[in-house]
């Protein structure tokens, strides 16, 4: 048995889940439409969608995994007993923006939807769960993208602090620790999901993601003294796509386009952390012919309104090589890597690296010096129920231990770490893929991937083994 008791006595154990993957109800109470709201499954053209919005408003899809889910927005309590069950001192969920404001640009918040996440929030209070409440999650209402053009559009700054202003002072008493955007550098590889943008047929569309992304920075340090003003004791962060990218080989060339690639993500949080664009930003604008559209004051809000911690969500490392003929993009993933032959992956082609999470740790710690929050991490398996009800996920026991083994040794390194939630801790809609199938949960949910079953929850195996890793605050993994 291990003896890892290096975990600080307040750590945050808990699991992440997202509105848009869970609750359902897409239409009840008011809600508008969110973007996956007009996303089918993967097998009917799921990334053709993503790729090009368009598509969603032309044609209507038989069958739209978001609309029912796994009714979260029913079955809440439930769940979050269960939760409760294994330990968790926190429950990483977020607001969904149509849901307060179903257009976006409302004259008045609508009531319902804010009386809905009230409850939740109680509700994970009664159990001792701390809310950790991501405020756009892949989720910027479809009414202003179709009406504005999405985070292209400079107005949406302040619909969003709108929506902020809304949030923060309703629940100023019930959360303290919020992330700004999810995965803030997924703008620039599934723009629908992170800006609510269609970038087909632009001329230039990198000029528009990096004006959509200055935006989001801009709306998220106004966000930040926002939250300050309301509640001096709210904890604001920013949320990074993070696993480090490694070289192919020790050809200096393939060093570099390694750091390269490392760049596209921390532009995002060096802006969010360190108050300014990073120096090589400079070069990269020009070389891209990216021109930024300033406001007056931007540069200002942005120094003076840093965020207070980084959470970040890992999955794999990466790889890459300088040689275009080498760097092919492995199947099923929506960062280019190259396959690590050192590293085993998912049945979805996600590659397996726990040591990777140490190294992240240590790379974002060193470069900010900021707290750290591991907001998701987790594997997407297929589940076998047996004949009995049982299901015995020791694949993803033995994935979570190795990263929870590593996220202890980054401790002992020297990084502070305020906790832990692993992805989809109750079994939820993918957003790659739509599917049920590809499932994160330590709670199953009886859902197929054409909506079928009774969506009843069950305990998996790893229930019982997350509850005995929280009970020791990580001494038995
Ligand atoms: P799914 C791609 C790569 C890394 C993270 O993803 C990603 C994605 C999007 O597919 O998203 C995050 O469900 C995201 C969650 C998402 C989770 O990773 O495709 O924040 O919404 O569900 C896992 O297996």
Redesign the pocket.
């Known amino acids: 048995t291990e003896k890892n008791t290096t975990f600080p006595k307040n750590f945050l154990w808990g699991g992440?889940v997202?509105a848009?993957?869970c609750e359902g109800a897409y239409l009840t109470d008011g809600k508008g439409l969110s973007p996956v709201d007009v996303l089918p499954d993967a097998a009917h053209g799921r990334w053709d969608v993503l790729a090009n919005p368009k598509l969603a408003m032309e044609k209507t899809f038989d069958f739209y995994p978001s609309h029912e889910s796994i009714d979260f927005y029913h079955r809440y309590k439930e769940d979050l007993a269960l939760m409760a069950e294994m330990g968790f001192k926190t429950f990483r969920t977020s607001i969904c923006w149509a849901r307060i404001f179903p257009n976006g640009d409302d004259q008045a918040p609508n009531e319902a939807g804010l009386k809905f996440y009230d409850d939740l929030f109680d509700e994970c209070l009664k159990h001792g769960m701390e809310p950790l409440i991501t405020i756009n999650?892949?989720d910027t209402p479809i009414a202003l993208m179709k009406n504005y053009g999405g985070w292209k559009n400079r107005q949406l700054i302040d619909f969003y602090l709108n929506y902020c202003d809304v949030i923060f002072k309703r629940y100023k008493d019930k959360v303290k620790y919020w992330l700004t955007f999810?995965?803030i550098n997924?703008l620039l590889?599934?723009p629908f999901?992170g800006g609510g943008i269609d970038i087909v047929g632009e001329e230039h569309p990198e000029q528009i993601k990096y004006q959509a992304a200055h935006h989001q920075l801009v709306a998220s340090a106004k966000a930040t003294q926002l939250a300050h003003e309301i509640n001096p004791d709210f904890k604001i962060g920013c949320?990074l796509?993070a696993?480090t990218t490694y070289p192919n080989t020790c050809n200096p060339k393939d060093v570099w386009a390694a750091l390269e690639a490392d760049r596209e993500g921390y532009f995002f949080i060096d802006v969010q952390a360190r108050g300014q664009y990073p120096s090589y930003s400079k070069r990269f604008f020009k070389e891209n012919n990216i021109q930024l559209e300033l406001a007056e004051g931007d540069l200002e809000v942005l120094k003076n309104h840093p965020v207070d911690f980084i959470s970040f969500?890992y999955?794999?490392s990466r790889l890459t090589s300088a040689d275009p003929e080498v760097n092919q993009k492995t199947e099923g993933?929506?960062?280019a890597s190259l396959k690590n032959p050192y590293l085993e992956a998912s049945e979805?082609g996600?590659q397996i690296d726990p040591l990777g999470l140490r190294t992240t740790m240590n790379a974002i710690y060193d470069r900010y010096q900021k707290p750290l929050f591991i907001v998701?991490n987790?594997l997407?398996a297929v589940d076998q129920v047996e004949a009995d009800g049982s299901i015995n996920d020791d694949y993803r026991i033995d994935y979570l231990r190795e990263h929870v083994r590593e996220m202890g040794e980054a401790i002992e390194d020297g990084v502070e770490c305020w906790g832990y939630t692993p992805?989809?801790c109750i079994d939820?809609?993918?957003?790659?893929?739509g599917?049920m199938k590809?499932r994160?949960g330590f709670i199953y949910v009886d859902r197929d991937n054409d909506g079928n079953g009774t969506l009843a929850r069950s305990k998996k195996k790893s229930f019982d083994w997350y509850q005995k890793v929280i009970g020791s605050n990580g001494a038995e993994i």
């Open positions: 992440a997202a848009n993957q999650h892949f999810n995965e997924m590889h599934i999901f949320m796509a696993g969500s999955y794999s993933n929506v960062f979805w996600w998701e987790g997407g992805w989809g939820l809609v993918s957003a790659g893929s599917e590809k994160y």
